[in-house]
């Protein structure tokens, strides 16, 4: 077991290895976008199959409007770019929707947020996976690799198990690591994307409709009704998963940090809604339907990249399914993360809290793992089956985030600034509450109302397509995660209260000195051997003065037996010997150990088990487990301690022994 | 679980309660010939299946061989049933092979003996249950059940659970049970065999030529050669299985024992003579052929009841299938005693000696019952694959129990016989050996020359036998048997050596008296809380002087904390804190707990957990298992002593205390 661990993990940190390396804007984009920035793998795609729906009944202009969708989601997502520069100033050390939903909003809701945040953590592994091994087979259509499309689903469990050990081996989210993928695919998408568009002003062309046209699951045909437009709106809107990641991680840039963090969000923002809206275009021009074998990307390159450019489409496909894994990976970091905050505050096992070898959450990883391993054979590995499932979670996390924001300001407003307050960047003394603010906090105080409705806006706009997002997709799936996340709360609730009890009754708070302890000594044994002896002698020296020899007579002739022995072989040891008619050995002695306690309610029992450990496992078999069943019967019994005085047993001596019987 | 199985076994009863019903001839020939007599419902179709191999390459006089080979078997049989009847007089307490063997040939060919007659019992419930379920299911071809064909191997194994189930209630064999099942299906038997033979001589008439011809599983078509007429002898030699029944059970017959038993035997021999030869007629006259669908019992019945006597053909089956399921009851029996029996001679785990709440070897019931369920789903319940297994170590154990006998007369014939003995009935003291000999022993030893030639007989006739069966079945399934009972006895030599061996480590022989223990007392604490108080208090009691509390320091501010409440707080323990760098909890304490023992190697440590014990089992998994790591990493090491000193939390009040955070 424990070489095993070694080799899957290798060796262990110290405690004082813990490093942080700080990031540039450059090496913070690459390392915290790539979850934002992969989703226009199949943002564009998931919004083609809701329209292929009115397609499919007979509306042949459906794939239009995947530019107007595609805009109006941009908007969204410009409006939570520009809410979360606020958090990332107001929460320098890391604004989480955990922490900023508990600060202002109160425990349930950060809660909430914290149960949100995980479920879509553990969607984005179980996504960004599926999609990536998606990249893969389509690329393989058409060539003698074909065959791997009917393994999508042990592909998505080994490139999880692949990441799930990789963190635990202390992969950090090194900026040298995530450079090269992230820059690569954002380089060869917007080159695809340019490219794309500048061929079709040059010659158009048309994608050949397709045969295996693929619809949103559990969808019927229907004709292009507005609720169909906004299905497509709410598929389109995981888009906007992993935008929050830079405001969790902002300790990690440079000096300055916040301002630093909040120039790479607006970079990210920017990035991700050309590419987004880049790839929608390209859809509307090359009027690509998505199907069942390919995925809307695969297709693009396929179709753009011909002729001597054909190996382009294979960069395409590789920096695609390259940065799906990353996206991945980024959940690996923070789950656990959100897991072992919540664990500190006692809401989750402490297990979480812990870490391992690697200086890890190695419990939070597993766990991770476990999970979206779990939703990828549940959901066959099909992204788009996984979609009405995802971003319900993020958009209940922006939505508290964002409202924690308001309140956040609306106290900041309320606190009375004095008269003159110095903008010299020294600290001020607050007149009302004593404390010392920092200067931030005072220019924060200042725009308190420009801040309310940037944050509010932000709060209004997430909340209505938190609303949408739940009505369209709710028979689709969202019904999981709308019933997950309460029982979530209720658990860490459970778990919360169990902590504090725990506490509570172990608190010497309030102690008065103990009493000394008195207790009455007692050896069950099942006959006179070494062990046995040992045992008593064990007895003598921890009692403080009368030994019980407690025997169970199931057998008349071996009581006879034992009796005889006794004397002259035992000293300073009482031998009780209990009839017991049904041959059971632990009642009998249960009983008069209880007997015991109730005559003598101020000790107590000690029980002195002789046992002896065979060389080998498997000679347990051989060995009646009364005193394990002993042990067990006694474990839940108040003001009974047991002690094992063991007597290890040799390794036998083949041959020699063995022929003393023939 | 406790009331489960009460549920299952019933109430428990007391061991005087064990009593013991004394059979007359006619329950004896109940009790103790179901096994043997039911064999005639699959053995002649065994003889047929190997001869049908011949048919079906074209040798149309084939099937008349079976006619001749019966009586070949039943020859056989009668040696076998004679050379019993001397062993009956010679070990009146029971004379199982081996008894007799052990006795009189030596430990090894006992144990040879034992694990050829395990291996068999085991057989018998397979092959008895699954030609039992082969009558249900014949009787059900043509009617609307016939579909119950496609479960044979489900309807065995609840058939194996039901017996097993009432033997663990303490079904007795007693005669009232039996009678009626045995008489019944010999009755109904014979009277077929009466019915259909005069029925013959008045309307000849042959069975039609089936579509569905089956042949013995493994064989290549082939001429009829000597050889294959040897393996038909061979399959159709387990007719024999449970001859040897009575031969153990002597002591339940009525007084004069041995009498009432070899009388008994004489009966069942006639009988299952009579029956095995009547078949094996009417296969001949009726030119019956083995068939897949349909067993040939089922086939004969069939063509001789119609009409009005239709009915009597559902009473063959139903009493056939009825003394199946009573033949493999009898394997509940006796397998469990055999291995009662290895067991107090302690080449068995001592678990199979101990009686269970019936007073029946619980134990040995269940392996049994495992595993024959084993077989039934390895051989897809089907009589005829089982039987190349069955029939070797009957006959192994019939010719070790023969030779043994040989040795037994011998060495009774060398006993030097006083001049001139009384042959008066009263005991006699034997000259050279001093021993008081009883009259019986006087007799035995007169005719010890005749005894000699009978046993001598028997046990060339079953030697010869063993070798056909072996050499012709081996390739077909009899390998496995002749590497399992090498394998068998093996294992209980090893099983014999560890019991001799512990007993010579915990022997109390040549002891000289133990010294008082010394012992230093350590307790592991990860912080102060009221259960290490309470473990302090405990320790103070059971300790001579000086104790230590060890603390593991993975956080320095923790280790502050406690360091400052430490003084003022706890009185007379002296607290070590242990640096730990990798963050491990459990190796840094047990090198600790290693240094002390190299330091003091004539004194035991006692380590004292402090453990709290949770209202809720899933309560567990919310607090770290340090302590049950430590504890199993401390079980295997000497000189160590492990106390737990539980701390039982209370059940928590919902409400208050959750509300404690918010």
Redesign the interface.
């Known amino acids: 077991m424990y070489s095993f661990k070694r080799l899957l993990v290798g060796k ?5 290895q813990a490093l942080h390396e700080r990031l540039t804007k450059k090496t913070g984009l690459a390392v915290f976008a790539s979850d934002a920035l992969s989703s226009t793998a199949y943002a564009t795609e998931e919004i083609l199959l809701v329209l292929a729906v009115a397609f499919a009944a007979g509306a042949a202009n459906a794939f239009h409007y995947v530019v107007p969708i595609t805009f109006a989601i941009v908007i969204v997502l410009i409006i939570v770019a520009i809410s979360y520069r606020q958090t990332i100033f107001a929460y320098p050390s890391g604004g989480g929707a955990y922490i900023v939903a508990k600060d202002n909003l ?3 809701p950060g809660l909430v947020a914290a149960a949100a945040l995980l479920v879509d953590y553990v969607l984005t592994v179980s996504v960004s996976i599926s999609a990536g091994v998606a990249a893969i087979t389509s690329a393989a259509q058409g060539t003698s690799w074909a065959w791997i499309n009917d393994h999508k689903v042990l592909l998505c469990l080994i490139l999880i198990a692949f990441i799930a050990v990789a963190n635990l081996r202390g992969v950090r989210e090194s900026g040298a690591l995530f450079a090269g993928p992230t820059y690569s695919f954002v380089i060869s998408f917007l080159f695809m994307v340019g490219y794309g568009i500048i061929r079709y002003l040059l010659h158009p062309a048309a994608a050949p409709a397709p045969e295996d046209l693929k619809l949103a699951e559990g969808y019927h045909l229907q004709p292009l009704t507005w609720f169909l437009l906004l299905g497509a709106f709410s598929n389109g809107c995981v888009a906007l998963t992993g935008t929050e990641a830079i405001s969790n991680g902002i300790p990690a840039f440079k000096q300055p940090e916040s301002k630093n963090a909040a120039t790479t969000l607006a970079w990210m923002a920017a990035l991700l809604a050309t590419m987004f809206i880049g790839t929608s275009v390209m859809a509307y021009l090359y009027q690509v339907h998505p199907r069942e074998s390919e995925t809307v990307i695969s297709q693009f390159a396929r179709i753009i990249f011909t002729g001597p450019m054909g190996w382009f489409y294979y960069i395409v496909q590789a920096t695609t399914a390259l940065i799906l894994v990353l996206a991945a990976n980024t959940s690996f970091a923070d789950f656990p993360r959100l897991a072992s905050l919540l664990a500190r505050d006692r809401f989750l ?3 979480f809290a ?2 391992g ?1 690697k200086l890890v959450f190695s419990n939070g990883i597993i766990i991770l793992a476990l999970f979206a391993c779990v939703l990828v054979i549940a959901f066959g590995g099909d992204t788009s089956r996984l979609i009405p499932l995802y971003a319900v979670g993020v958009f209940l996390s922006f939505t508290l985030s964002q409202t924690g924001m308001v309140l956040h300001w609306l106290r900041a407003g309320r606190t009375k600034l004095p008269a003159a307050a110095p903008d010299n960047g020294s600290s001020v003394k607050m007149m009302v509450t004593g404390q010392l603010v920092a200067p931030a906090k005072l220019k924060e105080a200042r725009h308190w109302k420009k801040s309310i409705a940037i944050n509010g806006l932000g709060a209004i706009a997430t909340s209505i397509v938190l609303v949408v997002l739940v009505i369209t997709k709710f028979l689709h799936g969202a019904w999981i995660v709308v019933l997950l996340i309460p029982l979530l709360v209720a658990l860490f ?1 459970k ?8 506490a ?5 708070e309030g ?1 008065q000195k ?6 009455e000594v007692i050896v069950p044994i099942s006959g ?4 046995v ?2 045992a008593f ?2 007895a ?3 009692a ?1 003065g009368h030994i019980t020899a407690l025997y169970i007579n ?1 057998d008349e002739e071996a009581t006879q037996k034992l009796r005889a022995k006794w004397t002259g ?1 035992v000293e300073g040891v009482e031998l009780v010997v209990i009839a017991s ?4 050995l632990v009642a009998p002695m249960i009983r008069y150990i209880d007997r015991r306690l109730q005559l003598h309610p101020q000790q ?1 029992v ?1 029980v002195v088990l002789p046992e ?3 060389a080998k496992w498997w ?1 347990h ?4 487990q009364t005193s394990l069943m002993l042990k067990g019967a006694l ?2 019994k ?1 003001n009974v ?10 390794i ?3 041959g020699t ?2 022929k ?3």
């Open positions: 262990a940190k110290r405690t004082a109160g425990t349930t096992p402490r297990q812990t870490r070898d609730r778990i919360h209260r169990h902590y504090l009890d725990i509570a009754q172990l608190t010497t102690l103990l009493r000394p302890v008195q207790h006179i051997h070494r062990g002896l040992q002698e064990y003598k020296t921890i403080n199931v072989f008619p049904y041959r059971s107590l000690t002896f450990v065979p000679h078999l051989l060995h009646n474990l839940f108040p301690i047991v002690i094992s005085v063991p007597y290890h047993l040799k036998e001596k083949n022994n063995g003393r019987n023939d």
